[in-house]
């Protein structure tokens, strides 16, 4: 397993200038891919390190699959570009006129990069922080776009490709194995979100510019005057900022952590909110405003937690032989595509 020493982190931290004496080293995150394979040498592992009188340091290492020394290095200059022009993100270090250096730690190369620590991580989301968010994502995109900024990876949010959201793709595999009255009902169900993904079909050709590519609660934090913030650049890619937007909104109105005492609309609420705060800076066109229900109504109605995650989603029901309860699903599926429009 990979390990660090004391002595790993000071030379780290020498060559990106800090020369403080280290009080404590503590881990953050580690993804532990030895466990699948003990012969690997992937890692991610993040550390924050306590500096006697200075501000504490987040120290990211890695190495892996698809993660090249120059994706790393474009995604730390997309977020140094953004706070050079005012978004709130952690100051970052640079090392040999780089953000990103290779190290040999042990018997492992990984991947370095050193950046300043920011407390008050966000945890719930509420209207207010929705809106500061939607605020915060469109001054994002409105600088990635000035700036002709890109990042050239996959990102979480594209509904032209396998993403985070909707699952259309595991949808349709149940086709083989339909038959009579099923097989019609997912027929028209293919046929109408075909016809929806060409009223999207434009979106296709438009530029694609950097976008942070992962807002969640655990990648947002609150100053003390009450601005949010955003960190972790890991998933940053190139994306159509209008799908972006969308695609972030529904994201945060349905899978982060709500307050205790929430109201039982409170996700349109937020989704609403989030929007705002968005439109208030980067207004969506009139040719967005048309497409909007038709990618929402393909993102809700092929949900991916519902067609392949949960323990009740379609794809479990299928594979138990529940013919009844895949129906139900059919019937789900299109009442959640036909929207009025």
């Known amino acids: 397993m990979f390990s660090i020493t004391h002595e790993d982190v000071a030379s780290i931290l020498r060559d990106y200038g800090i020369t403080t004496e280290i009080n404590n080293i503590s881990e953050l995150q580690r993804y532990h891919y030895e466990r699948d394979d003990p012969n690997s040498k992937e890692v991610r592992l993040i550390v924050k390190v ?9 120290i990211r290492f890695k190495n892996e699959e698809d993660v090249t020394l120059e994706l790393i290095e474009r995604q730390s200059q997309f977020a140094d570009t953004l706070k050079q022009n005012g978004i709130l993100t952690p100051t970052q270090y640079l090392a040999n006129g780089r953000f990103a250096n290779w190290y040999t730690i042990g018997n492992y190369e990984v991947i370095v990069t050193l950046e300043q620590f920011v407390e008050n ?42 993403n985070d959201l909707f699952a259309f793709d595991a949808f349709i595999s149940l086709e083989p194995t339909l038959q009579g009255d099923d097989k019609v009902f997912f027929d028209k169900i293919v046929d109408t979100y075909n016809s929806y993904m060409e009223v999207l079909a434009p979106l296709r050709n438009r530029p694609q510019y950097a976008v942070q590519g992962d807002i969640s609660d655990c990648n947002l934090y609150l100053t003390k005057w009450g601005e949010v913030g955003i ?95 895949v129906r139900r699903w059919l019937s789900t599926i299109w009442e959640r595509l036909a929207f009025s429009n």
Not at 50 to 58: A, F, G, H, Q, T
Not at 271 to 279: A, D, K, P, T, W
Request: aromatic share 10%; charged share 25%; net charge negative.
């Open 50 to 58: 306590v500096l006697e009188n200075d501000s504490p340091l987040v």
């Open 121 to 162: 991580e966000i945890k719930v989301v509420d209207e207010a922080i929705a809106k500061k968010t939607g605020e915060l994502l469109a001054k994002t995109h409105t600088i990635a776009e000035q700036y002709n900024l890109h990042v050239e990876n996959d990102v979480l949010f594209n509904p032209f490709a396998h």
């Open 231 to 325: 960190f972790d650049f890991n998933r940053s890619g190139d994306n159509v900022l209008f799908c972006d937007a969308v695609m972030q909104a529904i994201f945060e109105a349905r899978l982060m952590d709500y307050p205790e005492n929430r109201e039982d609309d409170l996700e349109a609420k937020i989704l609403e909110s989030f929007l705002e705060g968005y439109c208030s800076v980067r207004s969506f066109t009139a040719e967005e405003q048309n497409m909007y229900p038709y990618l929402c109504a393909i993102i809700d109605a092929f949900w991916s937690s519902d067609i392949r995650w949960n323990e009740d989603s379609l794809l479990n029901a299928h594979e138990a032989g529940d013919t009844k309860s």
